[in-house]
């Protein structure tokens, strides 16, 4: 069956470390895949969206890398703060180029002053 | 914040009931998503409106129903409600529906079903 898949646990850092966070996926080939962050009662944001011919996408503190060997891709922030925390979704097209996008289930990220 | 808009915030609503959720696309987009997100989970993909015209369904029941009119703003319509529809809903607009397009989310209408 087709799954995409988030670490569920939270991952909590310090201040200025850099967090990582990943995003697997089975049994699809996407085209391409976007991150989007999360608050409490909101509506997710859009980050960056990462082409299959892409590696790697860097946008100010955040990079996103596209292994769609490993059908993996990880979701980093250097230099964390405290402003970064929220939840964290990957979502790729449930078929091709169509916008009908599935999510993970997210990540929580809570960085420490 | 977006330009997308929902309404209403949160809504109370007792199981067997009907429920009628609006949104509100950005100026210029004529492509809503509607998504399911309970509560620990990520949105679930519900159905897709491109030019007032259903252009896609996920895993969910046809009592879940929507419109889009001419101005691309939508409703989803769920009638029998169960308890299990307490959720999060959301509506995200983009500019033509393609998997390339960034989707701007709204804040979303929590509903609760007793």
């Known amino acids: 069956s087709q799954k995409i898949e988030q670490n569920s646990e939270a991952l909590n850092i310090q201040e200025g470390k850099t967090a990582t966070l990943t995003c697997n996926y089975t049994?699809?080939?996407?085209?391409?895949l976007q991150w989007y962050r999360q608050d409490p009662g909101r509506g997710p944001v859009f980050l960056l969206l990462?082409?299959?011919?892409?590696k790697e996408k860097r946008k100010e503190r955040l990079k996103v890398t596209f292994d769609t060997t490993l059908k993996q891709s990880l979701f980093h922030i250097t230099a964390s703060q405290p402003a970064d925390s929220a939840t964290y979704l990957c979502?790729?097209?449930?078929?091709?180029?169509?916008?009908?996008?599935?999510f993970g289930q997210g990540t929580t990220l809570q960085v420490k002053p | 914040e977006t330009g997308v808009t929902q309404s209403p915030t949160h809504l109370i609503k007792t199981r067997g009931q009907q429920v009628t959720l609006r949104c509100s696309s950005q100026?210029?987009?004529?492509?809503v998503s509607w998504y399911q997100q309970a509560l620990g989970q990520g949105p679930q993909f519900i159905f897709q409106?491109?030019?007032?015209?259903?252009?896609g369904r996920g895993n969910f029941p046809p009592r879940f129903s929507g419109l889009q009119f001419p101005n691309y703003s939508s409703e989803l319509n769920v009638n029998a409600l169960e308890l299990d529809d307490s959720a999060l809903y959301l509506c995200?607009?983009?500019?033509?529906?393609?998997?390339?397009?960034?989707?701007?989310f709204g804040p979303g209408t929590r509903l609760t079903v007793l």
């Open positions: 995200a607009s983009s500019s033509t529906g393609q998997g390339v397009d960034e989707q701007f």
């Open positions: 049994n699809y080939s996407p085209a391409y």
């Open positions: 990462i082409r299959e011919n892409e």
């Open positions: 409106y491109y030019r007032e015209e259903e252009n």
């Open positions: 100026s210029g987009h004529n492509t």
């Open positions: 979502a790729l097209d449930s078929s091709s180029n169509t916008g009908k996008l599935i």
